[in-house]
């Protein structure tokens, strides 16, 4: 099988993986943790992740009929990924997207590589029966597995780091039912992530190395291709979250990260957190800009031109939206066709007018004051309420009578508590 293992990567490259790793199937080495994670309710909206816990801690029980997965086969695959001159970074009237989606839905990209891969292993073996390709959607702790794979390590951001590409890659895997040769073994990683006291105790807000067990720092992944790598002593990801987010190395709390609230909730972003997302949109990249591992890489463009950067999704002008040729922060049509393609989809017309209205509170210019009039109005409390909050940021900043009235006449006919809530919130 070591052959086949050998043409399956060759295969993978000429696909457009930029890495492909083997592992036998078996218990992800970070499942007690993931168990613990789950119970201190960090899935928060995502439910998802409480579904088919039992398979995500063991892939082995994803096969439904046929043979058992005895192998897993996983892929990383860059995304188009460079840095922003600080002038277009930091302009507060532009919003900021997540670097992983300034190309197309790497979902609708990389499925079918996967579906291609697992053809050609069925060629080669003679297998009637389906290998199973996931890419994110799918019960498969994916970062353990890369790392238990040793296509890379787990950064104390929780990202899977490769030591010469650094982060910026997307994680899929495919589980087949070949016997293939392993890269290598999987780390034994039996200890319990937290002391039983710091569990119980709801796990201290702040890094306490005496009070954790962190048994990988001490075991460098042992893969011969990869030097062995890890974070060290470094603490520049945990350090660098405006939101806090990391309760501790490889622990990250959804409820304080911008990601999670950008792209997952449909919920208002809480208020407190509001000002601290600055202009970002949708996603966060800042606990990987920050990151060693990634800096100095040079630009790279990805192999699969889906992926390529589009320019209108890097930083879009904030009222580029209201506008009335393409009203996509308004308009469901525009919307759609504006993203259509895009992982941006994810966060929904409402999801991402709201997070438009907090970057334009954080601005708080008064030159957003007629597209906020026109969000105000809109069909979704969602978008109502978090324009209301940015208004409510100008009249606060530029005490402008305009502002105030127009929160005033929303008032007098709003009908959502909590939207007439963040009015008067915003008055007052
Ligand atoms: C839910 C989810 C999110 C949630 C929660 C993220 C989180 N950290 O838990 C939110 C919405 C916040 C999110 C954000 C992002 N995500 Co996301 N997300 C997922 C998803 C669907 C599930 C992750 C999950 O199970 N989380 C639960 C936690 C407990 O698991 P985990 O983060 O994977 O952590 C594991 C390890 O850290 C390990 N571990 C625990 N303790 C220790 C200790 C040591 C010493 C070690 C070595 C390991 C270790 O155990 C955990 C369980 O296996 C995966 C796809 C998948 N199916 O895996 C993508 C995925 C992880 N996301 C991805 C990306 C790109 C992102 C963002 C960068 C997007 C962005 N720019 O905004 C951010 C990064 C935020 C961050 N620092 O993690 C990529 C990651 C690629 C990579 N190089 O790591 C994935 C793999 C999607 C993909 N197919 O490519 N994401």
């Known amino acids: 099988m070591n052959n086949l293992a050998t043409l399956i990567k060759r295969e993978a490259a000429r696909l457009g993986s930029d890495l492909c790793q083997i592992v036998p199937v078996a218990q992800a080495a970070h499942s007690e943790f993931y168990r613990r994670w789950l119970a201190l309710g960090r899935a ?14 063991n892939p082995a029980l994803l096969a439904e009929d046929g043979e058992p997965f005895r192998s897993l086969i996983v892929l990383g695959v860059d995304y188009h990924r460079f840095d922003l001159p600080p002038a277009l970074r930091d302009d507060p009237s532009r919003g900021i997207i997540a670097s992983y989606a300034w190309g197309d839905d790497y979902h609708e990209i990389i ?3 996967l579906h291609e891969l697992d053809g050609f292993i069925r060629g080669q073996s003679g297998r009637t029966t389906l290998g199973k390709g996931l890419v994110d959607t799918g019960p498969v702790l994916e970062r353990d597995w890369a790392m238990q794979a040793g296509l890379g390590f787990t950064g104390k951001n929780c990202c899977t780091i490769h030591p010469q590409r650094g982060s910026w890659l997307f994680l899929a895997t495919l589980l087949v039912p070949e016997g ?10 039996n200890l319990p992530l937290f002391s039983a006291d710091a569990v119980a105790a709801g796990l201290p807000p702040s890094i306490n190395f005496g009070g954790w067990q962190l048994p990988n720092l001490q075991s460098p992944i042992s893969n011969p291709q990869s030097p062995p790598a890890t974070c060290g002593r470094c603490t520049r990801c945990l350090d660098a979250c405006p939101t ?10 959804p409820e304080r990260c911008i990601s999670y609230w950008t792209i997952e909730s449909r919920q208002p972003i809480p208020r407190h957190l509001r000002p601290l997302f600055g202009n970002r949109i949708f996603g966060c990249d800042i606990c990987q800009e920050v990151c060693p591992w990634n800096s100095r890489l040079p630009e790279r463009t990805p192999q699969l031109a ?3 950067a589009r320019n209108e999704r890097i930083a879009p ?18 919307f759609s066709q504006h993203f259509q393609r895009s992982p941006i989809k994810r966060a929904k017309r409402a999801g991402m007018l709201r997070n438009a209205c907090v970057a334009l509170g954080n601005w708080a210019d008064p030159s957003a004051l007629p597209g906020l009039a026109l969000a105000l109005e809109d069909e979704a409390a969602l978008g109502r309420g978090h324009a209301a ?3 409510g940021e100008i009249l606060r900043r530029h005490r402008l009578p305009q502002a105030g009235e127009m929160l005033a006449a929303r008032l007098a006919v709003e009908g959502d508590p909590w939207v007439r809530e963040e009015i008067s919130a915003a008055l007052g």
């Open 44 to 57: 928060g909206e995502m439910g998802y992740l409480e579904r088919n816990v039992e398979k995500r801690e």
């Open 111 to 113: 499925r079918p590589l």
């Open 180 to 189: 293939l040769a392993a890269d290598s073994a999987p780390i034994p990683v």
């Open 244 to 253: 806090d987010a990391f309760v501790g190395p490889f622990h990250l709390d």
């Open 306 to 308: 889906g992926l390529a």
């Open 317 to 334: 002008p904030l009222l580029e939206g209201f506008a009335p040729e393409s009203p996509y922060w308004l308009d469901q049509t525009a």
């Open 389 to 391: 909050w940015a208004i």
